[in-house]
């Protein structure tokens, strides 16, 4: 599968935005799919992950109550809607796949190329 992420920008603090991964091939029910995000220097971060088809959602603390993963299955898209940004959510946000539930970015073998946002204060 081929991951395509999209919808990254430059947001004033407390705005939001919405991150896109269209998914080309096939995905398998059991699939998991995660975001990611990098800030310049660290390390990459998980941030929230849903199962392809229970749609079963799981965040990281950070990310709790501001963001909401979903997906399409008709678009084969899985989303990122982040809400109440602020400049420490700044970095490059990633989408990929799983096979199983899975936290550690080392468990996801397929990747998307990346879309950064950046949050101003």
């Known amino acids: 599968v081929q991951l395509q992420a999209s919808g990254g920008g430059l947001v004033q603090a407390g705005g939001s935005l919405r991150l896109s991964c269209a998914a080309s091939g096939r995905t398998f029910s059991s699939a998991v799919m995660g975001w990611f995000r990098q800030a310049p220097g660290a390390e990459r971060l998980f941030v929230a992950a849903?199962?392809?088809?229970?749609?079963?959602?799981y965040y990281a603390d950070s990310a709790k109550g501001r963001f909401t993963i979903s997906r399409d299955k008709a678009k084969n898209t899985v989303y990122l809607q982040m809400n109440s940004l602020e400049p420490e959510d700044t970095a490059v946000y990633y989408c990929?796949?799983?096979?199983?539930?899975?936290?550690?970015?080392?468990?996801?073998?397929?990747w998307g190329q990346g879309t950064l946002v950046t949050v101003s204060s």
């Open positions: 990929a796949k799983a096979t199983e539930l899975a936290y550690a970015p080392a468990q996801y073998k397929s």
């Open positions: 849903i199962r392809w088809g229970t749609g079963g959602t």
